[in-house]
């Protein structure tokens, strides 16, 4: 138990494993990934196919005319694999047969092409990316509110999307990849070698410099393309705020600061980029031109060779030519591949981050299934803390007898919300126990447990989606019927049916936004709709402005009804209303009773009394206006 | 989405909202843009200059080294002649060298001017967007600016270094390859010109078809995004409600849909480039054929084949290049179309030219080296018959007019959409009055410039923007100049040491975008610091709705007091402990002035202010 809730990657994974881990996942889909390299060693095998009929033809047209004695005479051209070209034939008709299978290799050679295109999209596209986007998102819906507290929602994002393309780049980009480079140049080096040995050697001699200035350029470059990313994430960040704090900005009258401030860093974008240009701009000519000595060579010592009668032309040169282009373009992808090695274990890690994080709070062994709960809470000496420095919680002595209203006042992290979410097990307490119903919570189903609780946050998160979607969000086959006793019961049924298209209405819609006040009410018919035994309020009005304040009022008073209720409130007016109230300090319960027991004892609770009583004046005379009333 | 067979709402986490209007991708070629966009290059005129005589070059350089191979190969080897091998090869290593080195300037220089051509777009729209007045602001949504400065300036960067320069290269190649190719042979030439338009077409076909399923495939992936998005900001929700089953059911249905499309793309991309080799491949068997039977009949020499040969894929290749450069010329065309537009947005209103600066007569007071009149610290403001809308059709305020007297505290208390708001952004000159005058100090206030008037203007909202940084760095906002003492010197007037103190790293937490990382009250407390560290002569004030913690709003309290002495303020206030200081309430209903007077004075009215009052009492429970 040394992990601590929310903490990732405890300690850093070597390189090695990680690969280890990637071929793991790669072994799940080794059919496909077979069946793609065959496919791949059939296109190359068919492609040099057709480059040697081409160099054939041309050897055939110059033995032809040879014959003729109109140019220096040649070998009669000799196939490849042991055939042999018809000498008998009328030379027109060689030349046709030799085009028609140039053109029939190529059509075999386009349909195959086709398959290939198809296949490893299947296997990256659709099974690949939609497994492990699936297997992230899956986790990540279990782990707890610590990971999505330090983690902001872009990076999340990311890692589903970014990150696990960056996962299955390891399976097409390097492993296929490294498979079909080997192989072919291998195959390409063979090929040269059995034309002539030496004009292979003389020709990639350059190779290995090539390969080697790739590597080295992109691991020089790949740093200055991140800062560059950086300088100009921060350039349109700046932009952004600006915009978001223009307010602000035109309050204060500080355009003009603003403008440089900008314009310093849009600057800055361009003189690091400006360094970049220069590298690029001498990389890639260097390396035009190292691929332009193997052609010089090519032409000097190959045509050196030609004109000696050691190489045919066409199945020769021209060949040889064709081979050194596809040679090359192989060697160019290999700055390629290491990027990619290089991307996908910076995404692998972040992955595998996700899907290795411990779940703290599972379901134990044998829990118990109770599909219906009482109600009855109890706090048994619970301590928490989110790290091991902070105690957020401690001795925390509280029963709740079943309907009854316990109030919770106290200043910002003073723990009320931490302990309401010990009770629904968002958190396991570091000590003590939470019983509902006399059970352990810990010992229960989660499932059976959160289902009977419903819970109202302080700004209640609700989905782009039909008003009816979110109250029945946690019980989607709910009908017609019960979302709209729920809406009732949260004073939200008057207003829904005002909305544009009802309960059909999506949320979000311009036109569409709704008060703070009609959001809550939403949450609080979301919660109802379930009907459980024990609510939680978190602050219900905290983020509603105090003139749609009281629109909510009624909802909590018809939704605290015959439940459990933990409300955290900072109004006197909604802690009066609770059975009794509790007030929290540095963690502790530091106050017990009603509230006429809490006003009459000197403490935490009658300065906050005394701080909203600030007008006495103004109280006195409006209970004496009320009295005349009366 | 599919609808369920029974007829019920089909299951889904999050709807697409309908009313985003999608910006058009592509926009046909237009003379006006094109000569607006190469005004941008002025600046950078002999770089440019240069640039595309060096593109020239290239263009005509490319194909002579694949000529010169032909050549050679036609030439000398074919024919045997070692002699003249040497001399050609010598040749060629000197082309090859003068066009490498040319490409290091032709690639810089077009990298070069496409930056500083994005750069100084960037900087031009920023300058722009910041002149505009605050009715833009509400009225454009942060994404459709932040789109014009990152992807529609992307793809003007693109368009410049890419379509211009690439293009001219890679059609200057495709001429001098037809060029020679018809010079050398002109018959099989036409075979090959007659290729040309099926692989036009063949491209054409098929790259409309490809932008249109990357359309379907980005679009099916901004669903899946979105329902990424919202799962994770609602994982309270879902966790709490036990979805996460259902949830992890439904994004997969989206990732199935998203990768269907993903497969379209890749089958249209399968079709394509093999058919394109394909092209090439019939092209080979076809020469072979004919230049076969031209040979053999002695019309032509082997070595022309070898030139075709080598030669027609400097023709074909431009082909594809060109069609894709093409269509990226649309989307840059898009693209500039938008910059431009913003660019041209005319402000609805801006400084008359007549327009003077507000004095501040502090500064007079120590150069004329007498004290400054306690008076003269506040500015007076004075409304006189002021009606306003937003849009014209609906009036928000209707001839109001009041007097608020120098250093003196006016509250603003109404419902909401009663106008308070729109006092505000009057009197900071946010907006301007449709009738009437606001008059400060006795100007009228379009007669003095809106920056003068902000100098002297503090303002803490509602909703507090807080900047990346330091709270430092926010406080100091009002007043960059100011010094880590000066800081220290307001939030002690403030009374709020400790609180700042107690922050991670004191003064030097950094705070988030929303200003995340310190509690709501905390935040107001360094608006307030803010503003008082800039000292102004008019203070305005939008009291926060919600509540804060008991503890901290009794500290607010305290500062309040001191952030407003001496200065003439507009207060929305929520609260009746600010009312109570206001030495004027203005009690506002449908954009009317109802009531005006003190809080006591108020009071014994027993109307509109004494029944907001008594609602206020019963929510706050005092």
Redesign the interface.
């Known amino acids: 138990m040394n992990a601590f809730p929310g903490d990732l990657a405890v300690e850093p994974v070597s390189n090695g494993r990680l690969i280890r881990r990637l071929f793991g996942l790669a072994w799940r889909y080794r059919a496909r990934c077979v069946q793609v390299l065959g496919l791949q060693l059939l296109l190359l095998t068919l492609g040099l196919s057709?480059l040697s009929l081409?160099g054939l033809?041309?050897d055939y047209?110059?033995w032809?005319?040879g014959q003729r004695g109109?140019?220096?005479a040649v070998e009669f051209p000799q196939a490849k694999f042991g055939l042999q070209l018809p000498q008998s034939w009328e030379?027109?008709n060689v030349?046709?047969l030799?085009?028609?299978c140039?053109?029939a290799?190529?059509?075999v050679?386009?349909?195959l092409?086709?398959f290939?295109?198809?296949s490893i999209?299947?296997l990256v596209?659709?099974r690949l990316?939609?497994d492990l986007?699936?297997e992230v998102?899956?986790k990540?819906?279990?782990l707890s509110?610590r990971f999505?507290d330090a983690n902001t929602?872009g990076s999340?994002?990311t890692r589903?999307?970014g990150d696990v393309q960056a996962v299955r780049m390891f399976v097409d980009q390097v492993m296929i990849q490294s498979v079909i480079m080997i192989v072919s140049l291998t195959i390409y080096t063979v090929y040269m070698a059995s034309l002539h040995p030496g004009l292979t050697l003389a020709c990639l001699a350059t190779t290995p410099v090539l390969a080697l200035i790739s590597v080295a350029f992109s691991r020089h470059i790949q740093p200055l393309y991140a800062q560059s990313r950086e300088l100009v994430e921060q350039?349109?960040?700046h932009?952004?705020?600006?915009?978001?704090?223009?307010?602000?900005?035109?309050?204060?009258?500080?355009?003009?600061?603003?403008?440089e401030a900008?314009?310093a860093k849009?600057?800055a974008?361009?003189d690091q980029?400006?360094g970049i240009?220069?590298r690029?701009?001498?990389f890639?000519?260097?390396v035009?031109?190292l691929t332009?000595i193997n052609?010089?060579v090519l032409?000097?010592y190959?045509?050196?060779l030609?004109?000696h009668g050691e190489l045919p032309?066409g199945t020769g040169?021209?060949v040889f030519a064709g081979l050194l282009d596809q040679f090359s373009g192989q060697v160019n992808q290999v700055a390629t591949l290491v990027n990619s090695v290089q991307q996908s274990l910076v995404g692998a890690r972040r992955v595998f981050e996700i899907l290795d994080a411990p779940v703290d709070v599972s379901d134990a062994p044998g829990a118990k299934a109770r599909p219906r709960l009482g109600g009855n809470v109890r706090f048994d000496h619970v301590a928490f803390s989110y790290d091991r420095n902070v105690e957020v919680l401690q001795d925390i002595e509280l029963e709740v007898k079943p309907g009854q209203c316990v109030a919770i006042l106290?200043?910002?992290g003073a723990g009320k919300s931490s302990l309401m979410s010990l009770i629904?097990r968002?958190y396991d307490p570091t000590a003590g126990r939470v019983w509902v119903d006399g059970i352990d919570v810990r010992e229960l189903r989660?499932?059976d447990l959160?289902?009977a609780?419903g819970?109202v946050?302080q700004e209640?998160?609700l989905?782009?989606?039909?008003v009816?979607?979110n109250i029945a969000?946690?019980h989607?086959d709910a009908t017609q019927a019960q979302i709209e006793k729920a809406a009732r019961v949260a004073a939200a049924h008057d207003f829904i049916t005002q909305l544009p298209q009802g309960y059909?209405t999506?949320l979000?819609?311009?036109g569409n936004t709704l008060s703070g006040g009609q959001r809550q009410r939403l949450a609080i018919a979301?919660a109802v709709l379930?009907e459980p035994a024990i609510l939680l309020l978190d602050?219900p009005?905290?983020?509603?402005?105090?003139?749609?304040?009281?629109e909510i009022f009624e909802a909590l008073e018809n939704a605290i009804v015959g439940r459990t209720t933990f409300i955290v409130a900072?109004?006197?007016?909604?802690?009066?209303r609770a059975d009794f109230i509790i007030v929290m300090e540095e963690g502790r319960i530091v106050q017990r009773g009603t509230h006429a027991e809490l006003m009459r004892v000197p403490g935490a609770y009658l300065r906050?009394a005394d701080?909203?009583?600030?007008?006495r004046e103004?109280?006195s005379?409006?209970l004496r206006e009320k009295e005349e009333r009366l | 989405m599919k609808a369920s067979p029974d007829g019920r709402r089909p299951l889904s986490l999050v709807q697409r909202a309908r009313d985003d209007e999608p910006d058009a991708e592509m926009k046909p070629l237009d003379l006006g843009i094109v000569r607006r966009l190469f005004g941008y290059t002025r600046a950078s005129a002999r770089k440019r200059n240069g640039l595309i005589a060096l593109t020239v070059v290239r263009a005509s350089q490319l194909p002579a080294l694949a000529w010169v191979s032909a050549l050679i190969i036609a030439g000398p080897i074919a024919g045997g002649r070692t002699s003249s091998l040497l001399g050609w090869l010598v040749g060629y290593t000197v082309l090859a060298i003068s066009t490498d080195a040319l490409f290091h300037f032709r690639q810089r220089f077009a990298l070069e001017i496409g930056e500083e051509v994005v750069g100084r777009m960037r900087a031009e729209i920023f300058d722009h967007v910041s002149r505009m007045p605050m009715s833009f602001f509400h009225r454009v949504k942060l994404g459709r600016i932040l789109g014009r400065v990152t992807s529609d300036v992307e793809s003007l960067r693109v368009g410049i270094e890419h379509v211009i320069f690439v293009g001219i290269v890679q059609l200057g190649q495709m001429v001098f390859a037809a060029a020679v190719m018809a010079f050398t042979d002109w018959v099989l030439f036409l075979v090959v010109l007659g290729l040309a338009p099926v692989l036009w077409v063949l491209n054409d076909h098929f790259r409309n078809r490809l932008s249109r399923d990357t359309r379907a495939q980005q679009e099916s992936f901004s669903r899946v995004t979105a329902t990424l998005a919202e799962s994770i900001n609602g994982i309270r929700v879902t966790q709490g409600f036990v979805r996460q089953d259902t949830n992890a059911g439904l994004f997969r249905g989206l990732l199935a849909d998203h990768s269907r499309y993903s497969m379209g793309t890749a089958r249209s991309s399968a079709i394509l480039l093999p058919l394109l080799e394909l092209n090439s491949q019939f092209f080979v068997a076809i020469l072979l054929m004919l230049g076969g039977w031209q040979v053999f009949s002695g019309q032509v020499d082997v070595g022309v084949l070898i030139t075709f040969f080598l030669f027609a894929n400097q023709f074909f290749a431009p082909l594809q290049v060109l069609g894709n450069l093409y269509n990226q010329a649309l989307i840059s065309m898009a693209g500039a179309e938008r910059v431009f537009q913003l660019l041209d947005t005319k402000p609805d209103w801006e400084d008359a030219p007549e327009a003077v600066e507000l004095p501040d007569p502090r500064e007079k007071g120590p150069a004329n080296g007498g004290p400054v009149a306690a008076d003269f610290c506040g500015a007076g403001v004075e409304f006189r018959g002021v009606s306003f809308g937003y849009d014209a059709a609906r009036p928000v305020l209707h001839d109001v007019s009041f007097t608020a007297r120098p250093g003196k505290m006016v509250a603003l208390v109404g419902h909401t959409g009663s106008g308070k708001s729109s006092i505000i952004n009057l009197v900071s000159k946010f907006y301007l009055p449709t009738a009437g005058e606001v008059l400060i100090d006795g100007r009228e206030i379009r007669t003095i410039t809106g920056r003068s008037l902000h100098r002297q203007t503090g303002m803490v909202q509602q909703h507090n923007f807080l900047f990346a940084g330091t709270v430092l760095d926010n406080i100091r906002f009002g007043r960059p100049g100011a010094t880590e003492a000066d800081v220290r010197d307001a939030v002690a007037r403030l009374g709020c040491v400790d609180l700042f103190d107690s922050l991670p790293q004191g003064l030097r937490t950094v705070v988030g975008e929303r200003g995340s990382g310190i509690s709501t009250g905390q935040r107001q407390l360094v608006c307030f610091a803010r503003a008082l560290l800039a000292d102004p002569r008019l203070l305005i004030f939008d009291e926060a709705t919600s509540a804060i913690d008991a503890l901290t709003e009794a500290r607010l309290q305290q500062a309040l007091l001191t952030l407003l002495a001496g200065r003439t303020s507009f207060v929305v206030a929520h609260r009746l402990s600010t009312i109570r200081h206001a030495d004027l309430v203005l009690v506002l209903d449908r954009g009317r002035v109802v009531e005006r007077g003190t809080h006591a004075e108020l009071l014994s009215l027993k109307k509109h202010y004494a029944a907001l009052h008594d609602q206020f009492t019963r929510m706050g429970g005092a």
Do not use: C
């Open positions: 057709g081409t033809g041309i047209i110059s032809v005319l109109e140019v220096r030379p027109l030349l046709l030799i085009a028609g140039i053109l290799f190529a059509i050679r386009a349909v092409n086709f290939y295109t198809i999209n299947r596209q659709q990316v939609v986007r699936g998102y899956d990540l819906q279990k509110f999505f929602t999340i994002i589903v999307t350039m349109v960040q932009f952004s705020e600006s915009i978001q704090g223009v307010q602000v900005t035109k309050a204060f009258g500080r355009e003009q600061e603003d403008r900008f314009a849009n600057r974008v361009f980029q400006k240009f220069w690029v701009s001498l890639s000519p260097t035009g031109f332009r052609m010089i032409l000097g190959g045509g050196w030609v004109i032309l040169l021209v106290g200043a910002t629904p968002f989660i499932e959160r289902r609780i819970i946050f209640s998160f989905f782009s989606n039909t009816a979607a969000f946690g989607p059909d999506v979000g819609e311009s979301r379930l602050d009005t905290a983020a509603i402005d105090s003139e749609t304040e009281h900072h109004r006197l007016s909604t802690l009066r906050v701080l909203q009583l600030v007008n103004d109280a005379a409006l």
